[in-house]
């Protein structure tokens, strides 16, 4: 089975592909003090928990955060006797490579992100992504990453009101009924949700006007389903998205070893 790691800011997702679906997709929070022992404990014992067999033979890593890796290459070798895939680095090939500025280093999550959603739905793409930033990557007709936007995240955005106004509490996101708040959480998660809602469908617009041609919108994360309540510029919302992709980019990779 194939072990599919994506490696956030704020949380690590492990997800386990058996050829043909994904068996267990399991969270964590991202620590780079995690020691490869400690990841195979919480790996294994869920896994058992979930009856599936821990049975890894290979391994594909997104990670945003390059101090992680060390250690999770230790869990590789040491637990799943292989070496893993680390998307970004210079051994692991992508479909299409991206077109940016040169010396630019791209999130590999923007860069799995994009080869998942050029399978799904062919070129000419805006793939929003809400995590720990909220990322817009611009996918062109030939499945290229061809640049975006990063923007705050939501989460982080809510955080930063909390803790430079004495008087604003923790809150967390949500869909307000009304625009208007009549109370103090109200209005910040107004003004949270329904300028997200604003900071995508001007973005999106702007992109558009920029490309002059049509293209989708496709919208991934924790928060895109609470999102979509509010819009209708989404053509589709994927939570697998990311996981679709390193599975896509592992099996390109032993594609080519066999060539
Ligand atoms: N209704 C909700 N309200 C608040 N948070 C939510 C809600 N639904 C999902 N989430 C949050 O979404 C997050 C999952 O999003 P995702 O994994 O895409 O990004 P992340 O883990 O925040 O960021 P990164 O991938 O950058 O580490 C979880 O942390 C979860 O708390
Ligand atoms: C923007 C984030 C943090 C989103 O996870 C990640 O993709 C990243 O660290 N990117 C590096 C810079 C770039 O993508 O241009
Ligand atoms: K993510």
Known sequence: MLLCIDCGNTNTVFSVWDGERFRCTLRTSTEHQRTADQYFVWFSTLMQHHKVPVDIRAVVISSTVPRVVFNLRV????????????????????????RVDQGTTVGPDRLVNTVGSYDRHGGNLIVVDFGTATTFDVVDADGA????????????????????????????????????????????????YWGYVGLVEGIVRQIRVERERPMKVIATGGLAPLFDQGTDIFDSVEDDLTMHGLVLIHRHNKELELA
Request: glycine letters at 8%.
């Open 75 to 98: 869990l590789c070798d040491r637990y799943f006797t292989c070496r893993p895939l680390v998307v970004g680095k210079p051994d692991c090939a992508l479909p299409v490579a991206p």
């Open 145 to 192: 990453y061809i640049g975006g936007v990063i923007a705050p995240g939501v989460n982080l955005s809510l955080e930063a009101l909390h803790m430079a106004a004495a008087a604003l509490p923790h809150v967390d996101v949500t869909k307000p009924p009304h625009a208007i708040g009549t109370n103090t959480v109200a209005c910040m998660q107004s003004g949270v």
